[in-house]
């Protein structure tokens, strides 16, 4: 993943989970939010937007704080919000 995502304006990944539930994503096949940020870090890209999130997360708060530890550059956006990406100079 982190190859597929080097240098992009934005990342959008699953992050059904905090980290403290590391063990349940991985048994259902699924990525931690901080699992999200590492590779988000790791590819150099410029924003990361978390998707998927279990419905146990009702404000989503834990989800962004635990991406933003590993990357600041994190967002948790709503159904429906329209992200603008400007273009790079």
């Not at 240098?7 to 905090?18: C, G, Q, R």
């Not at 063990?23 to 937007?49: C, E, F, M, P, S």
């Not at 550059?73 to 603008?84: G, L």
Request: charged share 25%; no cysteine; hydrophobic share 45%.
């Amino acid at each position: 993943m982190i190859s597929f995502a080097k240098n992009a304006d934005v990342l959008i990944h699953e992050a059904t989970f905090t980290s403290e539930l590391k063990d349940v994503a991985i048994h259902y096949g699924h990525a931690t939010a901080k699992q999200a940020a590492d590779i988000a870090k790791k590819a150099g890209v410029d924003r990361l937007y978390l998707s998927h999130i279990s419905p146990r997360y009702l404000d989503y708060l834990e989800i962004l704080k635990d991406a933003q530890q590993v990357f600041p550059d994190s967002f948790v956006p709503k159904d429906f919000d329209e992200i603008t990406v400007p273009l790079k100079k």
